[in-house]
Structures are given as structure tokens and as C-alpha cells.
């Protein structure tokens, strides 16, 4: 670590040593990688920490610190926890953040946004999580693209069982299309349940790590969650709903048309897809890339563009798709 030049030494301290702790890790195992991440040197003493080195990356930590510190004092009940993806997030929204200037604030317009589950409070984790948000909030109509792993669905998943919860919405409905990769329905086994669950996989999961299971379960035969192909919708209007169209780059010019008339009074709708995994035949446009070239100027519409640095995966994903992206360019 060369602390050689422009060496500065600040101190910042909280108050509640509990959170502090939670902060340092077992055996200040979160200090100890926060000070690689950054190149500084961090030492904590009683409820103070001492950040040394690089003017520039004392004040990074001390906001990381700071933020994970007002964050962890948000959070309600006694399973709180803090390990070192947080110091992660933040580090990476930080980064990323290259049009603002960096405050202690940051965090706090984050927290702004949070998402309230029955099971967790979900808050921004990158710039365009942050812009999702804001459309998910103040949008009826709302597309979301971008590579795997930004957390499109998972927090359209989010944002229906808040309004489900609140009582804003009556009922979530969540749909993908069920043809993918050259497969059809009619060959794989059993009923139609069993042939569709597979391809909703993902938004099963999504519900359950934010729901209590016997909550899930109830709400799914009471119809208030509806998990269904995205060919059950035809003829339908939504009403008093909150509409997820997963997967949509897989969908048709004409399911596409179809899904987004369906819109009724009280509903809105949040279509999700990554343009760069079509798996349509060769030579078919995909509904989602036509949708976005229609409707782009509707203001009433808003279209977010998610890119590898939203990604909140293991970052080895981000260089994966970034080696594929630059291999498809050549």
C-alpha cells in the first residue's frame, strides 16, 4: 500500500458500540479487506475509527463507514448483520456515482428508496438500482433492461409485495414467456403446473426470500399472487394489479402488444428482459427491443437501461459478460 504521498490522518466516531462491532467483523476481518479495497489504513479504538492515508481515500471510507453506520441504525429487530458485501455496495455505488460529488447524503437518498418486504427492507446497491427505484415509485409503465444479475425482477418482485402489502394493489401477477431456447411445452412431462415452474423458477425464489413460505403459498391459492406463461394473459385487463413480465426479450411483436394493452384501472406494469439473450428463432424481432424503439418517447413510459456496473452478483460476472459483449464487437 503506498501511503507515500499526501499522507492525511482524519478521525470520525459513532456513537452505539454495538453497531460499531458489527462494522469491524470478527477478528476486524471487514476493516482489514475495506483497507485492500481502498488502500488505506484503518484502526478503531473504542467507539472512534482512524482512517489514514491518501486524502482522497479517507474520504471514501469515511463515507463507507458512514453510511453502513446510519444504514445498520435504520435497520429494525435483532437479526441485523453486516458483512462485507455492504462495504461492496457501497463502494461500488460510490464509484459509479461520476456525475455528483460525493457526501455523506449519498446513502441517505438511497435509504429514501427502500423497499419494505414482509421478510426484508431492500435499498439501492448502484446508480441504476438507484434510477429503477425512482421509476418503480413514480411510474405505472416501466421497462427494465439490462444483463443478468442487476436485480431487475428481483426487485420488480420487491416493489409488487410492497404495494401488495400496503394495500395499494390487489393481487400481483407474474408472467414470462414459457417458450424458450427452441423448447416447447407440449414435450416436457407432466400437468401444466409442472411444465411451467421450471421457467418461473427465479420469481418463485424472489417470493420466498421475501415472504414467509405459509405466506406464499396462501396468497398463490387465494389468488392473490398469480404465476403464469405469459400465453394465459390474452384477452385478460388487469385491474388493481401489479404486472411483472419477466424474461421479455423472448416475447413477440404481437405478445408484446397483447400484454401492454392489458393494462386496466389501478395497475401498473413492469416489463423486464435483457436484450443480449433473445432466444427467439433467427430473423424474429424481439417484442422488447421493438417496444423500446415505439414507445421510447411517451413520457408517461419510463425505460431504464441497466448496464454491467449495476451488476450485484460475484464480480467475476461483470468481467464475464464484459469479455462477451467485447468478443460479440469483433
Sequence with gaps: MNLKEHKEE?????????????????QSINLSKLEKLIEVRISSFGNQFNIFGNIKKINLAKIILTNIYNNLSNQKGSNIACDFSKFEDEFRMLQNNNTKKLTTNTKNEYISLQIETWKKTIVPKSIGQKTYFEALKNFELVFGLGPAGTGKSYLAVAKGIEMLKKGF??????????VEAGERLGFL???????????????????????????????I?????EIAPLAFMRGRTFTNSFVIVDEAQN??????KMVLTRIGEGSRMVINGDLSQVDLPVGQKSGLKQAQEILNNIKAIKII?????DIIRHPI???IIKAYDKQGKN
Design 10 to 26: 482524519i478521525t470520525i466516531d459513532f456513537p452505539n458500540n454495538s453497531l460499531i462491532a458489527l462494522i469491524i467483523g470478527n
Design 169 to 178: 394493489v390487489e393481487k400481483i401477477i407474474l408472467t414470462r414467456p414459457a
Design 189 to 219: 412431462p407432466g400437468d401444466m403446473k409442472e411444465k411451467i415452474d421450471p421457467y418461473l423458477r427465479p420469481i418463485y425464489d424472489a417470493l420466498y426470500e421475501m415472504m414467509p413460505a405459509d405466506r406464499v403459498e396462501k396468497k
Design 221 to 225: 391459492q387465494s389468488g392473490e399472487i
Design 251 to 256: 416475447t413477440t411483436s404481437t405478445q408484446m
Design 305 to 309: 437501461e441497466l448496464g454491467v456496473e
Design 317 to 319: 460476472v461483470a468481467e
